[in-house]
């Protein structure tokens, strides 16, 4: 099984119960959050929706749960023009407050790999690439949901206008994902790559 590549001596695990956050102004168009504490197993759907709504932009970060319970993430935001401060904003009411009103756009992906399964191993590896933009986060981890999967472990990055995210997934009750599911989300990866290259053969001159 694959695993994220992470610094584990910067992301130490949620030393409490309690959920909480901590914003840090790093530079004039950058900002970091860190977010911690036992949340509801489709946070960060919210979270990154909720910041999409908003106008900022999730350029980078990493998520993990511990055997607890317990969740420690730290994303990079961007905010894009005329957004507001993420300081200004409570950014843990996002990611407690359950689903987000939109499913942001339909998910296009560039290409995906996808391991493991009930009889392989304690979790499902899930790699993505595609065109970036604002809300593909939430609105891949809103699909990742409705198949009752949940991450465990996230690894966000962006470069060039692509971005590339990798999970650990295991379904909401903490169980390995069945075939049958892991069939469905093939299912639904094959649609979002199919539409990248419907979307391509269209731009593409006669």
Do not use: C
């Not at 992470?6 to 168009?29: K, Q, Y």
């Not at 809103?142 to 962006?158: G, K, N, Y």
């Amino acid at each position: 099984m694959p695993a994220l590549d992470h610094r584990p001596e910067l992301l130490p695990f949620a030393v409490g119960d309690n959920p909480g956050f901590a914003v840090t102004h790093l530079t004039r168009a950058h900002w970091s959050v860190r977010v911690w504490g036992r949340l509801g197993p489709y946070w960060a759907d919210a979270f990154s929706l909720g910041l999409a709504r908003a106008r900022i932009s999730i350029r980078r970060g990493f998520a993990r749960q511990d055997g607890e319970g317990r969740w420690i993430a730290d994303f990079l935001l961007a905010p894009g023009q005329d957004a507001p401060d993420p300081s200004s904003l409570d950014l843990l009411a996002l990611a407690l407050g359950g689903s987000a009103a939109g499913d942001g756009d339909p998910i296009v992906l560039s290409d995906y790999a996808l391991d493991g399964g009930p009889d392989v191993g304690p979790s499902l590896y899930l790699e993505v690439r595609g065109p970036d933009r604002l809300g593909f986060l939430g609105s891949l981890l809103r699909a990742l949901a409705r198949l009752e999967l949940s991450p465990r472990e996230m690894l966000i990055s962006t470069s060039d206008g692509e971005a590339h995210d990798r999970f650990l997934l295991k379904t909401v009750t903490g169980a390995v994902p069945s075939e049958a599911t892991r069939r469905l989300l093939q299912a639904s990866l094959n649609a979002a790559v199919r539409s990248r290259r419907d979307v391509a053969a269209a731009a593409s001159p006669a």
